[in-house]
């Protein structure tokens, strides 16, 4: 007879032999993602950011594993990213088993400090068990996200924008100038956001800013404030009309993290201009590639970006909790 169920921390180096059946249930795509993540954690020198829980069974007097969960994290971050957490058995999923590995993995995830998990998984998984995993594991969808991706010719020549006008953030010692006043700009883009709407319940402005900072791309000279193109420059009399964060993976990979407007200068095809300007400041970065995330619901954000050429590379499903 099995005993009860157990969890217990698993070394990296038995990572290896564990992958090929902790994957065998998921997409190509989604299977790689994660080997990816993984292989940047250890190439790093951030794999102390592994946290790996196996759940098992003594049967016959031999410990049998039959469910797993994977998350990383990155010190100074208050935010984890739970890779996959999946049954090894054949049986249907039990509560109970997954209980066990979800009080396991919090418990690891909250002495490190993280207070906001997120868990991406395959748009089209609805299956029984996916929907189990995800509701005992105590998480809540957030949004459906299309990933997209566009080619980048340095030597390209586009209209330049007229209406609008970057201004980079400044920096000091790793920390940004008057980043108040940039998250209370954030917080005014979020007011009825159509981008992933459902994150506001999990995270503020300076939560989220904070988690972009963390990012292995962050680039801090990529960090924007949006103006009226006619608006001075510092003048508290015209206040900044957005905000614009961009990241660099590598050298030839800019990615568009945020882009948000305040309610007010909305209506007005700004859009376009500003997707200008991002294309501008890529090449200038010499970035032959722009990927970003869009929500699905956000008809208006996708028409937009459909227009500049970008198109979908890959679609997953984002469900969010706070620990």
């Known amino acids: 007879m099995p005993s009860p169920?157990?969890?217990?921390?698993?070394?990296?180096?038995?990572?290896?032999?564990?992958?090929?059946?902790?994957?065998q249930n998921l997409s190509i795509a989604r299977g790689q993602i994660i080997v990816d993540q993984l292989h940047n954690m250890v190439d790093s020198g951030k794999a102390d950011g592994i946290d790996l829980v196996v759940a098992y069974e003594e049967r016959?007097?031999?410990?049998?594993?039959?469910?797993a969960a994977i998350a990383i994290s990155f010190q100074g971050s208050d935010s984890a990213t739970l890779l996959h957490a999946t049954q090894f058995q054949s049986e249907s999923p039990n509560a109970n088993l997954i209980e066990a590995v979800r009080f396991h993995?919090?418990?690891?995830?909250?002495?490190?400090?993280?207070?906001?998990?997120?868990?991406?998984?395959?748009v089209d998984d609805f299956s029984e068990a996916a929907e189990l995993w995800?509701?005992?594991?105590?998480?809540?969808?957030?949004?459906?996200?299309?990933?997209?991706?566009?080619?980048?010719?340095?030597?390209?020549?586009?209209?330049?924008?007229?209406?609008?006008?970057?201004e980079p953030t400044r920096w000091l010692m790793g920390s940004m100038i008057n980043e108040d006043d940039?998250?209370?700009?954030?917080?005014?883009?979020?007011?009825?956001?159509?981008?992933?709407?459902?994150?506001?319940?999990f995270r503020t402005a300076e939560q989220t800013i904070a988690s972009y900072q963390q990012s292995g791309a962050f680039a801090p000279h990529l960090w924007f404030t949006l103006h009226r193109a006619e608006a001075p420059t510092d003048s508290a009399d015209t206040p900044p009309i957005g905000v614009l964060v961009l990241a660099m993976h590598g050298t030839k990979v800019?990615?568009?993290?945020?882009?948000?407007?305040?309610?007010?200068?909305?209506?007005m095809?700004?859009?376009?201009?500003?997707?200008?300007?991002?294309?501008?400041?890529?090449?200038?970065?010499?970035?032959?590639?722009?990927?970003?995330?869009?929500?699905?619901?956000?008809?208006?954000?996708?028409?937009?970006?459909?227009?500049?050429?970008?198109?979908?590379?890959?679609?997953?499903?984002?469900?969010?909790?706070?620990?």
């Open 5 to 23: 169920i157990q969890t217990r921390v698993v070394s990296l180096e038995t990572l290896p032999e564990l992958l090929p059946t902790f994957l």
């Open 60 to 67: 016959d007097g031999i410990e049998v594993d039959i469910a």
């Open 105 to 122: 993995l919090d418990k690891l995830l909250t002495l490190r400090g993280m207070r906001f998990v997120q868990w991406a998984s395959d």
């Open 254 to 267: 800019a990615e568009l993290v945020y882009m948000g407007v305040v309610p007010a200068a909305r209506g």
């Open 182 to 201: 940039f998250a209370r700009i954030v917080d005014q883009t979020y007011i009825d956001t159509l981008d992933c709407p459902a994150l506001l319940n």
């Open 134 to 166: 995800r509701e005992a594991m105590g998480f809540e969808w957030a949004a459906d996200l299309d990933y997209l991706s566009v080619s980048i010719d340095p030597k390209s020549k586009r209209d330049s924008p007229q209406r609008i006008r970057l």
């Open 269 to 323: 095809s700004l859009g376009k201009e500003v997707i200008q300007s991002v294309i501008e400041t890529v090449q200038t970065a010499g970035a032959s590639r722009l990927i970003l995330a869009v929500d699905q619901q956000n008809v208006y954000a996708r028409r937009l970006y459909d227009a500049f050429g970008l198109k979908c590379m890959l679609r997953e499903s984002v469900a969010v909790k706070n620990l």
